[in-house]
């Protein structure tokens, strides 16, 4: 159980990679999207990527990958400041993942392509991932490298219009978003949650991949101290000060993420719920449940349920 994949898949994160562009001469494209996550991956040419103010753009260059994090609008353009236009004005109708868009004609001056992906999470458990994100950052992976390899890849898959590619580029950006989130999070290992950086102890890592591979066991600090090979005062020492929370404060979080996530998509009831998550009994998985959260369990599910019909 690898702690990073586990979220990703419990945050039911999924992607699609929704355009390739070709821009000539003189530029510059308005995002606007609901996506916690986008990306963007330049091919050939040159181009420039800022939220609110140009002068702080960012340049891209040929194998860069940029991150823009939560629903902000932000553009891409071939300098800085550049006159911009809604991207879905430009996009060509119709579905799937290969959708072209065409920016001026090659009579216009040199080339730019780059294509872009965005990520959708639902819950929250998604928080631990993006909360160390930036709202904006660059990427540039090496020659050789797996995510370079990746991003090729992908940017190969979207001239192809052969039958499976929509399943084809969903994986891929899968694996993208792992390359990804890793490579930035080894880069800025200070600014990394917790859980990643723990990730690099091996002793540490053991005990969190067994505590998040069965939640439910009645664990001690000194279970968790065993499969880290530790002592029980080295291990809880050595816990904290990585993650910053004490080892059974953080299974009580990481239950309560479960938890929230049982009462906002399944209809289990909260006896089966508590036992999933090793209570030992509806009543005190209610009363940690109300403790964390102040909300019962059912009132927090039924106004979950409110929030998403409205919002759908």
């Given at each position: 159980?690898?702690?990073l ?5 419990r ?20 995002f606007?999207s609901?996506?916690?996550?986008s ?12 939220t ?5 753009a960012?340049?891209l260059?040929?194998?860069?990958v940029?991150?823009?994090r ?14 911009c ?10 579905a799937?993942?290969s959708?072209?868009a065409?920016?001026?004609?090659p009579?216009?001056?040199?080339s ?10 639902e ?5 631990g ?10 990427l ?12 090729d ?14 399943a ?13 989130l ?19 102890d091996?002793r540490?890592?053991a ?6 591979a ?14 880290a ?12 000060e ?14 309560m ?6 009462l ?11 036992q999933?998550l090793?209570y030992?009994?509806?009543f ?13 369990p ?6 979950a349920?409110?929030?998403a019909?409205?919002?759908?």
């Open positions: 159980m690898d702690v994949p586990d979220l990703l898949q945050s039911r994160a999924h992607g699609a990679a929704f355009s390739r562009t070709t821009a000539h001469g003189s530029w510059g494209v308005t606007r609901d996506a916690a996550l990306i963007h991956a330049l091919v050939e040419g040159e181009a420039h990527l800022w609110d103010n140009p002068n702080k960012m340049r260059l040929p194998g860069d940029a991150l823009v939560e629903d902000i609008e932000h553009h891409l353009a071939g300098a800085p400041g550049a006159d236009v809604p991207f879905a004005s430009v996009l060509e109708h119709g799937g993942a959708r072209q065409v920016l001026g004609s009579s216009d001056g040199s730019t392509t780059f294509f872009c992906g965005a990520y959708m999470f819950g929250d458990l998604c928080d991932l993006l909360v160390a994100l930036p709202s904006s950052v660059r540039r992976p090496g020659s050789g490298t797996t995510l370079r390899g990746t991003m890849l992908l940017a190969h898959e979207m001239l192809c219009d052969q039958p499976g590619q929509q084809l580029l969903d994986r891929l950006l899968d694996v993208a978003l792992v390359q990804l890793r490579e930035h999070f080894n880069s800025h290992q200070t600014d990394a949650p917790g859980w990643f950086r723990a990730s690099a091996p540490i890592a005990a969190l991949q067994a505590l998040h069965d939640p439910a066991r009645q664990w001690t600090v000194g279970d968790l101290a065993a499969e090979a530790l002592s029980r005062s080295a291990f809880a020492r050595r816990f904290t990585q993650l910053g929370v004490a080892p059974l404060e953080y299974l009580s979080d990481w239950r993420a479960l938890a929230r996530e049982r906002r998509d399944t209809d289990h009831g909260l006896a089966a719920i508590a999933s090793g030992a009994s509806e005190s998985f209610a009363a940690a449940f109300k403790r964390q959260t102040g909300t019962a059912g009132r927090w599910r039924r106004d349920r409110a929030a019909t409205r919002a759908g």
